[in-house]
């Protein structure tokens, strides 16, 4: 999926896509020990978690120094004269320009660039981290995402993320202190306007309203259909068990999880909260219930026989 996320900021038509494996699966064992052979142990030392690990005597794999070597190779095998990468990738690019006058190229030129928080307003943004917007993501996810940002991450994510830039982006960067919550949904909107268009913004804006501040659901949230039958609801006497039906519903993983949030007040029916954790509720064959976890999970139930 790597080139359909590209071609939302990219013309795919003006650019060529190379797998690495089409240079590296090919080498010979003479030709990976003169790739070896143009650069020494100490410079990989100046790497810092090499360096760190090397005083602290704990173990470093061949296979790791072999990492920054076979990425500079990519850099040779393309005869690249520019290479971007994020400010945590600086020693491998570095390499990569002394592996290359190694083997008689130009070297590159390094355009590094700082890392992006993420949503958690800590660690950089990375899908292994779960504080992430994803690139193809839906609008209204890319705005909802947003607006969970901590205030002090504004600034950053305006100059980084925005597509702003000159008086645009200073006037932008002038509201952030007075008015934090109108910098986040601006902020928002021009997220989701570079991905998906202008409407599709202003539709994310007036979906985050219907939820957050009118508390309703969303309008295309379709139907579950569920059996009256299912044996984890426990159908009695007209009325079905709400733990049991969360569970089946996918608002819960379990029983003693569902029990659990009903407790917490995370549960409504119907836009109206239960505190009771074995509460039943009264249902008609072909009835449509409301479900909602929190604030932003909806659940539309049709309980049928």
Known sequence: ?????????????????????????????????????TTTVARMLERDDFAKRYDEHRPISISEFM??????????????????????????LLIARTVQERYGQE????????????????AKMSKSYDNYIGITEAPEQMFGKTMSIPDTLLDEWYRMASGLSG??????????????YAAKRRLGERIVSVYHGVDAAAGASAHFDRLFKEHAAPDDLEETSLSLGDARVKHADGTVWLPGLLVATGLAASNSEAMRLIEQGAISVDDEKSADRNARIAVREGQVLLLRRGKRQYVRARLDA
Do not use: C, H
Not at 70 to 90: F, H, I, N, P, T
Not at 172 to 177: F, K
């Open 1 to 37: 999926t790597y080139a359909e996320q590209v071609g939302k900021l990219l013309d795919l038509s003006r650019v060529r896509v190379e797998y690495n494996s089409s240079w590296l699966a090919p080498l010979q064992l003479a030709e990976l020990l003169e790739l070896t052979a």
């Open 67 to 92: 990492y920054p070597l076979m990425q500079s190779y990519d850099s040779v095998a393309l005869r690249a004269d520019v290479e971007l990468g994020g400010s945590d990738q600086k020693f491998n």
């Open 107 to 122: 070297p590159q030129v390094a355009l590094i660039m700082p890392l992006l928080r993420g949503t958690d307003g800590d």
């Open 167 to 180: 008086q645009e982006l200073d006037e932008a960067l002038s509201t952030i202190a007075a008015q934090p």
